[in-house]
């Protein structure tokens, strides 16, 4: 078998070799032409994608050690004619194992059939398996999703927090600039890291740094001090636990929704009290603030900042514990409605209808995994997108109709979002964005504040 049976039925494949790739190798294994085209369509333009119609011919891509780092598979290419071939499903199970073997850290399998729940052994091979069924929602957009949350990464953070002056480190630091989602160079492998450069980061408000996925093994090889990196360690794992959670929140492919709901509320506690001890290291709330969230635009890092905004502002602003933790929750789980909706619009100010369904699709979801949250948990993410002034939504409820705990959510939810888009102009501490996130939300635009000015006012007094 040799390599011209992937260019006879395609000339898609275009996959790269190598450790180092800015762009994923995504690997499509299906039978039917209008699935392939249609997920084509759905996945990110930059990309290199690879159609294949037989698990032989993967097989033989996996052998090449071809890399691989996102791999959707259509079990209908199991079948023939509505029948499995005899012996198929075993055939699948070799390849997927040979295909986590050589792709330890990147791939993501999907399976898509009624019977996927066949497979749920392969979550225990590699957590970032997702299993979707056709019948629900845009499984195209899901996966798109899938994508977004799971493909490999090309770079890692790392907290300044963990960067000491005087030391020299043995790979390349990067800073992360929103706007053109570029890395830029901060420090060479091998210079000191001086007073002057790290002051420079900290009046910017630049709170993690990044390397190549690659080069993090390297780092670990160097003697550094003892706990150096303890802050980027646990945060990156507890990002990592989220993105479990997330996957088990959007595969459908379960029918034991009680037993699941109560394990994905475990997962949730625990994700929740990780982000707690990473603010607690913290010699201040206000610190942590500053500096734990991340500023590229991911559903991953709002999910995660805004947990952190929560724990933090709760605290400062003494709401009960189980208040805070119900915040928390909602911060992690308030998006989920965008796994199936198309959310990456063309423009980025063109809110549409379906964007703001993303709201109700999240209480499905939720209410349809059975997990033990309380009523305000889904109240929180129910309104996280209503305004003061009533031109929020869903319900464009007014003032005072909506909770100061939701009230108080929305303004998070915002600021996070706000914080972030100035970054793409500027780097600058939180508390300068916040300046005049403050002023704009007061101001005389419209008739009524945007938020509600006690809450505006309280959270203001903190800054
Ligand atoms: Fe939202």
């Keep these: 078998m ?61 052998s090449e050690k071809y890399p691989i780092d996102f791999t959707i598979i259509d079990e209908a290419i199991l079948y023939e004619k509505q029948k499995i071939i005899e012996g198929s499903s075993n055939i699948l199970t070799e390849f997927y194992s040979s295909l986590i073997q050589n792709n330890s850290k990147a791939t993501v399998v999907i399976l898509f059939n009624e ?69 830029s160079m901060f420090l060479s492998k091998g210079e000191t890291l001086t007073t002057l450069k790290l002051s420079t980061l900290i009046s910017r408000g630049i709170g993690h740094l990044y390397l190549k996925n690659q080069d993090f093994d390297e780092l670990l090889k160097y003697a550094l001090p003892k706990g150096a990196i303890h802050f980027s360690e646990e945060l990156h794992y507890t990002r990592k636990k989220y993105k479990m959670l997330i996957g088990e929140l959007i595969d459908n492919s379960k029918n034991d929704y009680m037993k699941r709901g109560q394990e994905i509320n475990t997962l949730l506690i625990e994700i929740i009290d990780r982000i707690q001890n990473i603010i607690n290291l913290f010699p201040s709330k206000v610190e942590a603030l500053s500096e734990l969230p991340f500023s590229d635009d991911s559903f991953l890092s709002h999910g995660i900042n805004l947990a952190i905004y929560s724990l933090c502002f709760s605290k400062l602003l003494k709401f009960e514990n189980a208040t805070a933790l119900d915040f928390a929750k909602a911060a992690l789980l308030h998006d989920i409605g965008k796994a199936a909706i198309a959310y990456k619009i063309d423009t980025d100010t063109d809110i549409n209808t379906d964007y703001k369904n993303h709201v109700e699709v999240s209480r499905q979801i939720l209410k349809q995994r059975m997990i033990p949250i309380s009523s305000l948990v889904y109240k929180l993410i129910h309104e996280h997108h209503e305004t003061y002034n009533g031109l ?70 903190i800054f």
């Design 2 to 62: 040799g390599l011209n049976m992937f260019n006879s039925n395609n000339n898609t494949f275009a996959f790269e070799k190598g450790k180092y790739r800015l762009i994923p190798n995504i690997l499509i294994l299906s039978k039917n032409f209008s699935f392939e085209k249609n997920m084509m369509a759905n996945l990110p333009r930059k990309s290199r994608i690879c159609t294949l119609h037989s698990i032989t011919a993967a097989n033989y891509l996996v």
């Design 115 to 183: 019977n996927s729940s066949n497979y749920k052994n392969f979550k225990k091979l590699n957590y970032s398996t997702v299993l979707l069924i056709k019948n629900q929602y845009s499984i195209f957009l899901m996966t798109n999703f899938s994508y977004q949350i799971f493909c490999w990464q090309s770079y890692r953070s790392l907290l300044t927090r963990d960067f000491l002056v005087g030391e020299s480190y043995p790979v390349d630091l990067y800073f992360y600039r929103p706007k053109g989602q570029e890395y």
């Design 392 to 461: 929020g939504y869903p319900n464009g409820l007014i003032g005072k109709s909506f909770s100061d705990e939701s009230a108080f959510f929305s303004v998070l939810n915002n600021l996070d979002l706000f914080h972030r888009q100035q970054l793409e102009n500027e780097y600058r501490p939180l508390k300068k964005s916040w300046g005049l996130f403050y002023k704009k939300s007061l101001s005389e635009e419209w008739l009524a504040p945007t938020y509600n000015p006690n809450v505006l006012q309280k959270i203001n007094d």
